[in-house]
């Protein structure tokens, strides 16, 4: 391992947000295009009534501003405590691939079936990962 193998996970769940904002950019440009929403909504902040499309690439954008925190957080505890080796590593790996699945069927069809296993998923591989540093500053 070189040692920047954690922030690889970090980086592509950084890209994910960058993508979440480009589409809420471009539905929402659809939306005004289309005339189902004034831009005056968004620019007050006035977006009680915004249409699902955008909605829903919203509410996923907002939740990679919660849980995710702790990922970065403790992707860059891990590092510094030299805890970041190949379990860490994967468990990072497996939390983004369950952001970026997340995300996906949040702004598709959105049905919760699919996304509470993701979340679940994604959730007990960051609980693993700082499992893993506490196990990690216990030992060493």
Known sequence: MTGFEMFWPMMAHA??????????????RVLVKAGRIQPAQFRENHTADEPAESLVVRNSLANQFELPLLFHVGCIVLYTAQADNLPAVI???IFVATRYAHAFVHVTSNDLRYRSSLFTLGFAALVCMWGWLGI?????
């Open 91 to 93: 468990l990072a790996w």
């Open 15 to 28: 890209v994910l947000v960058f993508i979440l904002y480009a589409l809420l950019g471009w539905r929402r």
């Open 136 to 140: 990690w500053l216990a030992f060493s």
